[in-house]
């Protein structure tokens, strides 16, 4: 069998699906399409007088040949997953469909924040994270993935009461300003990155100008490779994860703090609907995060029974979005 999986992966979770599916002994290929950038500021120049003059983005058909040629090269293909169908235009989706007897799509966001509603006829199969779209639509309801090694709490030696990482987005960051005040009054140690355009860095630092140094407020505009992330996550007792605007469904995030064995704080009201909740782990946030107390960062972990664990592996996604527990 040959599966090929089409993404922009720029926080490089989808090169796990590959390897998993290398481990399975099928012959999988990762086209990375974030991979191709402008080579000289000349590029960059012309592309942004296209755009302004033309409406034409030469990056994005400079990247829609290049998954083709890939295509060409690769040949024909049992599978193919696009992660990203907005990337691509439906000329560039209908020639990806000749390549293969089965395409389909992971959409990691929501119709409503990325409305590709015109390009989805296309697809054999459509998976969404989002129980809206999952239920107005007809998705197959998938969530997200746990790809990290299971690591007990017992072998973890955490410094940190609480951990974030974050892209800017004013939503979120004005909740992180709410947050740290409160934590600083309980006393707690914690460490948020914000990781996001340099011109944002003085609005930033003057919302947080309160918080102590040695709480570790860091800003950057380069983001944090996504190998150095788990010794972050290990260093923390509890991790927080927030929405964005008009997400429901669940991050990444959630799945890092089950592999690591780690309370979560978020605001994402939906996780209660899931099988592995347990509000001694998972504490949802109030609007004024009243609810928020030492209690929560005192008490242990209470493990998540084997086998609602494994129905959030990266094999268990696997198996389900490509149909290969009776084929593999």
Partial sequence: MKICIISYDFWDYDKYIVEALCKRGIESHHIKISAVTHSNFNERAVNALSKTFLNKNLKTEKRQKYVLDSLEKLGHQDQILVLNPDTFDLITLEKIKTYTNRLITYLYDNLERVPVEDKLHLFDKIFSFDGIDVRKHGFEKITNYIYLPHISQEKQNPQMDMFYITSYDSRRVSMVKLLAKKLMDLGLKFQIMVIGKKSWRHQLTNMFIQIPKNLFLIFSIKKIPHNDLPTYYKNSRVLLDLMREGQYGLSFRV?????????????????????????????????????????????????????????????????????????N
Avoid: G
């Fill in 255 to 327: 799945f890092e703090a089950m592999s690591l064995e780690k309370k979560i704080i978020t605001d994402n009201e939906s996780i209660k609907t899931y099988d592995f909740y347990n509000p001694n782990n998972i504490l949802i946030l109030n609007k004024n995060i009243t609810n928020l107390d030492q209690s929560f960062f005192e008490s242990p972990y209470e493990k998540i029974p084997e086998e609602i664990y494994e129905r959030y592996t990266l094999q268990s996604w696997v198996n389900k979005v490509f149909e290969l527990d009776n084929k």
